[in-house]
């Protein structure tokens, strides 16, 4: 098994810039969960998805976020414009319903730097 | 909504020493608290878990005990290694939701 699979692992852009983050989840998992790590604030969800729909997107910081889920293999979040406080790790996770479907499994996260 | 509390944030031991880390949730009603191992660099991993019917469950060297009256949970490591240097989080996941509430992190250094 893969993994999670983030891409890209690093983004360096430039304050104002879209920036996109892609995800494809464990094949079978069909919740898929966007998080943002900082030093100042934790890791923090900032939404979830159940088979391929939008559950609860209360963490999104603002309207410059977006995330979509057009199938059960893929996602992506991207934030337009981008800002500086938008610095951070950005994870991808996944789980699959049942008796075990609480064990979320993480990818390696996508670092990002805007300047 | 749920709220997870960690402490220490930062915890020194020297290796072969037992390392302890809390947690305390302020939804009675979550019934599953996980544990996660983030190394520098890499995502958060599972190392282990507790379902609200047990008290207590352990994996080789490490153990996690729930306290459902007090509402805490604690991750014990016994014969610290230098390789268990790492952030450690603690979790939890209220009844018939689906997203974790995760703690803020405990940085654990093992000294040789």
């Known amino acids: 098994d893969a993994g999670v699979i983030q891409s890209p692992r690093h983004e360096v852009t430039e304050m104002g810039q879209e920036v996109t983050l892609r995800c494809k989840p464990i094949s079978g998992h069909n919740s898929l969960f966007w998080y943002r790590q900082t030093m100042m604030r934790g890791l923090e969800l900032l939404i979830y998805?159940?088979?391929?729909?939008?559950?609860?997107d209360s963490g999104m910081p603002e309207d410059r976020f977006s995330a979509k889920m057009p199938n059960a293999s893929f996602s992506t979040l991207k934030i337009q414009p981008s800002e500086p406080r938008d610095s951070a790790v950005y994870f991808c996770?996944?789980?699959?319903?049942?008796?075990?479907?609480?064990?979320?499994?993480f990818g390696p996260g996508t670092r990002l730097l805007v300047l | 909504g749920e709220n997870v509390e960690q402490h220490p944030s930062t915890l020194s031991v020297q290796e072969g020493d037992s390392a302890v880390i809390k947690c305390t949730y302020s939804d009675s009603a979550s019934n599953y608290f996980p544990w996660y191992k983030q190394e520098l660099g890499k995502g958060p991993q599972l190392i282990i878990d507790?379902?609200?019917?047990?008290g207590e469950k352990k994996d080789q060297r490490i153990a996690v005990t729930l306290n459902k009256t007090a509402k805490h949970f604690s991750l014990h490591i016994t014969e610290t290694q230098p390789e268990d240097s790492a952030v450690y989080f603690c979790?939890?996941?209220?009844?018939?939701?689906?997203?974790?509430?995760f703690g803020s992190g405990t940085r654990l250094q093992v000294q040789p």
């Open positions: 979790a939890a996941l209220g009844a018939g939701r689906r997203a974790l509430t």
């Open positions: 507790i379902r609200s019917n047990v």
């Open positions: 998805f159940n088979n391929n729909v939008p559950i609860d």
């Open positions: 996770a996944s789980s699959l319903p049942g008796a075990r479907g609480e064990t979320q499994y």
